[in-house]
Every structure is written in C-alpha cells, then in structure tokens.
C-alpha cells in the first residue's frame, strides 16, 4: 500500500531536550516536505526536499533541521524544541515538484513541549 | 506567507444541500489542488485543475478555476454527513529557486444529518 509513515504520532517533551520525527515514504518520490499546522493559521511549510540530499528551507524553518539521507526518508529534527514549536506536524511526500502529481500526507505528529 | 485563502472559514448545511467554498490566491500559479482533512488527521487530496483549465468534475466534487480573478471554487454535490470536514486549497507554484505547495486557513464544513 503506497503510505506516508511518521513516528511518533503523540510527544510529550521538555524544552531542550532534542528530538527527531521520522518520515518514510514507500513510493520512490523525489519531492518530500514537513508542515507544521495550527489553529487559525493553516499548514504552513517548515522544509522542503527535492531529492537527495537537496533541501531548502519553507516558510517558517526556524528551530527545525531536516537531512535527506536516503530517498524515502526525511527527519525532522528539533535540536532544542521550545514550547512554541507544540504543534501538529504533517510530512508529505509527492512524485516530483515539476509534474502535476498529487501530495500525499502522514497521518501527523501531535508534539507538545512544556 | 499564505497563499490561498479560503471562504467562508465555516459552513454548516443540511445533508442533501449543496456545499460552495472558494477560494482566493495572489500569485501566478502552475496549478490549483483542494484537499479534506477530517479533524486531526492527514489530509488526504481531492482534486487537482491546471491553471490552462477551468473546470473539473470528480464524483460529486466540481472545482471552477477562473484565473483572471485569482480564484477557485469547490462545489460539493448532495453532501453526506461523512463530507463534515476542513477542506483547504493550495497553490501551486514553481519558478528560479521557488518551489512551494502554499496552504490556505481552511474552511470547516458540517453537514448535519
């Protein structure tokens, strides 16, 4: 089944204390990125990868690192989360950024840092 | 920076009714997708129109695209209890160095029973 994994689904972290949110995609997509919803804000994207080894930043990066090891994986790393950083995060993932694809998402990561 | 921004940020309709949202962006765009989230969960896609199209029709979605007016509209047909949802559209552009799928605020959509 083509699917987007994250893990965990549920944190509940001290501020500081470094943390990584994994994503796996088993459809060999080049193009995966992270957004972080909020209420009254929307998704909006933290970054984005488009292939290996290429990534860039979104629109609100601050606080967040991303590697692109690999094509299927893309963590996303909070070296020292802070409590404005608790969230629900979505990784995403589609077949490339040039052609008319459709994104497909994770089933999200509900992060909360006190 | 937002994108799209969707209208009303909340519709509550009678099952069997018709449900429009729209949606208004600011940009150029190379295409224009909708996509439903049911609450707390991934959002899952919908549909996706070109910006070299106008219309398109999925089931009981129809999405209009009219981009003289920097606008798209989804028009949900006999809506169902289970269509309750948030529904966003998102903007897609890319261009030089740029290349971003931007999100709306949503609009949340109750189809009472």
């Known amino acids: 089944e083509a699917q987007v994994t994250q893990n965990p689904r549920y944190l509940i972290t001290v501020t500081g204390k470094k943390l990584t949110v994994t994503c796996s995609q088993n459809m060999n997509h080049e193009y995966m990125s992270w957004y972080r919803q909020d209420p009254g804000l929307g998704l909006r994207q933290i970054y984005y990868?488009?292939?290996?080894?290429?990534?860039d930043k979104g629109d609100v990066p601050e606080g967040y690192k991303v590697s692109r090891k690999e094509k299927r994986n893309f963590p996303l790393i909070l070296e020292s989360p802070s409590p404005n950083q608790t969230s629900l995060y979505f990784c995403?993932?589609?077949?490339?950024?040039?052609?008319?694809?459709?994104?497909?998402f994770g089933p999200g990561t509900r992060l909360t840092v006190t | 920076s937002q994108q799209g921004e969707e209208d009303p940020q909340a519709l509550s309709i009678q099952e069997g009714e018709n449900a429009t949202m729209n949606c208004s962006y600011k940009?150029?765009?190379?295409?224009l997708q909708w996509y439903r989230q049911n609450s707390g969960r991934g959002l899952v896609h919908l549909i996706l129109i070109r910006s070299n199209e106008r219309e398109k029709h999925s089931g009981r979605l129809r999405v209009t695209l009219d981009t003289s007016k920097k606008s798209s509209s989804l028009l949900i047909t006999a809506s169902r209890a289970a269509d309750t949802a948030s529904y966003f559209c998102a903007t897609d552009a890319w261009g030089g160095s740029n290349y971003k799928l931007t999100f709306g605020k949503g609009t949340l959509l109750t189809v009472n029973p």
């Open positions: 990868s488009m292939n290996v080894e290429v990534t």
């Open positions: 940009t150029s765009i190379n295409n």
């Open positions: 995403a993932s589609r077949r490339d950024f040039s052609s008319s694809y459709e994104q497909y």
